[in-house]
């Protein structure tokens, strides 16, 4: 028999990413890309994972949606080459060792990058999700950083964010 302390761990594991997926889908519809960044208009909109994805049965709830007539595909185990396809990259915890390299690669891009990694916004990175005191899931976004890549944000995902300086991003 399963310990019920582990099933409930597990359960609120499950709710979160399910909350994470709607968020990213949410990120694809509330975010602009600049027009030459499509090579037409019906080109998808790319949900990208690099590394271990953790979201399971989570995805199923936004796979085959669409974001503004565009179909939104997810691709999983993305290898750097390939990330340049990608409109929203979520790059996860088990690249850690690889994240400067992938920002460093990726930041000129308007490609959406998101995380759950600590300090992610801090060394370029747009969006990271974590979990405040109170066990919900909030948002760290770096301005600057989503401004570079030449993507715009709609005012209903910033306000739910905290926002992280210009300074703040630079520090260590």
Known sequence: ????A????????????????????NFARLTEWPHNSFK?????????????????????T????????????ILYNVA?????????LFISQSEHNNIEPILGSLNQYPILTVSEL??????????RFFLTSS?????????????????????RILTLAKIISSAEAAKP
Not at 1 to 4: A, D, E, I, R
Not at 6 to 25: G, P, Q, R, T, V
Not at 118 to 127: D, L, S
Not at 135 to 155: F, P
């Open 40 to 60: 037409s208009a019906i080109e998808p909109i790319r949900l990208c994972f690099m590394g271990e994805e953790p979201f399971d049965k989570a995805l199923h």
């Open 118 to 127: 600590p300090g992610f916004t801090q060394k370029g990175g747009h969006i």
């Open 135 to 155: 066990n919900t899931i909030s948002l760290e976004v770096n301005l600057e950083a989503i401004k570079q890549a030449n993507l715009q944000i709609s005012s």
């Open 62 to 73: 936004i796979r085959n949606k669409k974001v503004r007539g565009r179909p939104l595909i």
């Open 80 to 88: 750097l080459y390939e990330a340049f396809r990608c409109k929203i």
């Open 6 to 25: 582990l099933l409930l761990a597990n359960d609120i594991l499950a709710k979160e990413y399910f909350i994470k997926a709607a968020f990213l889908y």
């Open 1 to 4: 028999m399963m310990n019920p």
